[in-house]
């Protein structure tokens, strides 16, 4: 049974910081690409960063230069680093793994950023 286990969503203020992590079982984690999304109440749910299995990164231009994503392939864990937040950050965070055909979702942690 594959499980991806999102932590770390919280209020905060403007300008503050955050990590999120994903804690994942029941695949073989260094073998999946590894993602962060977000939805906002009536948005599409977006990219924010990815982690392929050999650790390169990308990031939407939105967040590049506040958030970095890593993965610790020992602990079965990516985490999203948060800084310089701002309000529109505030969303629902998901994280992703895949690989191939196969693609996981977790159930997603709230971010609230106020101003």
């Known amino acids: 049974q594959v499980q991806l286990v999102e932590s770390g969503g919280a209020l905060v203020q403007a300008g503050g910081s955050l990590r999120l992590s994903c804690a994942a079982s029941g695949i073989i984690f260094s073998a999946y690409d590894m993602g962060w999304y977000r939805q906002a109440p009536g948005k599409q749910r977006e990219l924010v960063a990815f982690?392929?299995?050999?650790?390169?990164?990308n990031y939407s231009d939105s967040v590049k230069g506040r958030f970095t994503i890593s993965r610790d392939n020992a602990k079965n864990t990516v985490y999203l680093e948060m800084n310089s937040l701002k309000p529109e950050d505030t969303a629902v965070y998901y994280c992703?793994?895949?690989?191939?055909?196969?693609?996981?979702w977790g159930q997603g942690t709230q971010v609230t950023v106020s101003s």
């Open positions: 992703h793994a895949w690989a191939g055909r196969s693609g996981y």
């Open positions: 982690i392929t299995k050999g650790g390169t990164t």
